[in-house]
């Protein structure tokens, strides 16, 4: 594709956008004998009509309708590179609205974000903590860290890392309970769930790589790991609880894990924002600073078992 060719199609979409001849040139920048020339030498190389033109008004023939579209999306790409280049080379800056989740992202968010400011001193954020899913595109956030699978296609996703569940219980729930020596025996005890329910669940555990699957029916549904893990503790039966968010319960004896070689769903973390985000310099530095964080430290990857028994109080 030669330099000429690009400059016609460039003008043939300003003269389609502006509906004019003269608007064009004004933007161009150039004389209107110019734009029409350049028009003329593309529907000559065309051999084909793309615009009817009378004094008083501009409309585009059918093969020029197609052929603007493909123009304006060439003229869109070159305006994308050309920020691209720009932005990449800038000091990021400015308004960067959040969204994190409340347990993960006082666990392991907020606890990075005085780095990150002072890593960034002009970059400003604005920080909401909720489990809700909230519309990046309508609510005007910027980014998010959300739990589970990203399903909306529309949306960038980076993956940050995941989280296994294991089963816990506390030794007052556990003391006068049934034995649990098996999977199967789950449900002769009181299951508590980390989602809404309105009846019996299907619960998988993985053991390697095989997978029981039981029905249970929680006694108890909560949508906050904070609170199922204080109802847990309190004695009101057995959860599937992430493993960093246990390790201090654990070692102080409130909390067992139960049948520690079975484990539960693992929940993926992703950073997500919207495409024409993408290179936004406080976003991408953003991005950057928790992929980097997180490649170093994965607390979410403790495992039940990597807890001595020596440790816990009795």
């Known amino acids: 594709m030669d330099a000429e060719l690009l400059t016609e199609m460039a003008t043939f979409?300003?003269?389609?956008?502006?509906?004019?001849?003269?608007?064009?040139a004004a933007v161009l920048n150039i004389s209107k004998s110019n734009v029409s020339r350049r028009v003329a030498s593309l529907e000559t190389r065309l051999d084909v009509k793309l615009m009817h033109?009378?004094?008083?008004?501009?409309?585009?023939t059918e093969s020029g309708r197609i052929y603007y579209e493909h123009c304006a999306r060439l003229m869109s790409e070159a305006r994308d590179a050309d920020y691209a280049i720009k932005v990449m080379h800038s000091t990021p800056s400015g308004l960067l609205n959040v969204s994190v989740p409340e347990t993960l992202g006082r666990a392991f968010i907020l606890p990075l974000l005085p780095e990150f400011l002072q890593q960034y001193p002009d970059i400003r954020l604005n920080l909401t903590i909720t489990n809700r899913k909230v519309d990046l595109g309508e609510e005007r956030f910027d980014v998010a860290v959300r739990k589970g699978t990203v399903d909306d296609e529309t949306l960038c996703a980076i993956h940050l890392g995941a989280s296994t569940q294991y089963l816990y219980a506390s030794p007052d729930y556990l003391s006068p309970a049934p034995p649990l020596e098996f999977p199967e025996q789950l449900t002769d005890h009181s299951f508590l769930s980390g989602a809404i329910t309105y009846?019996?669940?299907?619960?998988?555990?993985?053991?390697?790589?095989?997978?029981?699957?039981?029905?249970?029916?929680?006694?108890?549904?909560v949508r906050d790991h904070e609170a199922l893990m204080a109802m847990t503790r309190d004695g009101l039966g057995i959860a599937l609880l992430p493993s960093w968010m246990t390790g201090e319960q654990v070692r102080s004896g409130r909390l067992v894990p139960v049948l520690p070689e079975f484990c539960g769903p693992t929940?993926?973390?992703?950073?997500?924002?919207?495409?024409?985000?993408?290179?936004?310099?406080?976003?991408?530095?953003?991005?950057?600073?928790?992929?980097?964080?997180?490649?170093?430290?994965?607390?979410?990857?403790?495992?039940?078992?990597?807890?001595?028994?020596?440790?816990?109080?009795?």
Do not use: Y
Not at 13 to 24: I, L, R
Not at 269 to 282: C, D, K, Q, T
């Open 53 to 60: 033109r009378t004094t008083r008004k501009l409309g585009l």
């Open 267 to 314: 929940v993926d973390f992703n950073v997500i924002f919207l495409p024409h985000r993408s290179m936004a310099p406080n976003l991408r530095a953003f991005v950057e600073f928790l992929k980097q964080r997180f490649r170093q430290n994965r607390p979410w990857e403790d495992r039940p078992e990597a807890i001595s028994p020596n440790s816990i109080a009795v």
């Open 199 to 221: 009846g019996p669940i299907d619960l998988k555990l993985n053991c390697g790589k095989d997978q029981v699957e039981l029905r249970v029916s929680p006694r108890l549904s």
């Open 13 to 24: 979409a300003a003269v389609v956008e502006q509906n004019s001849f003269s608007q064009a």
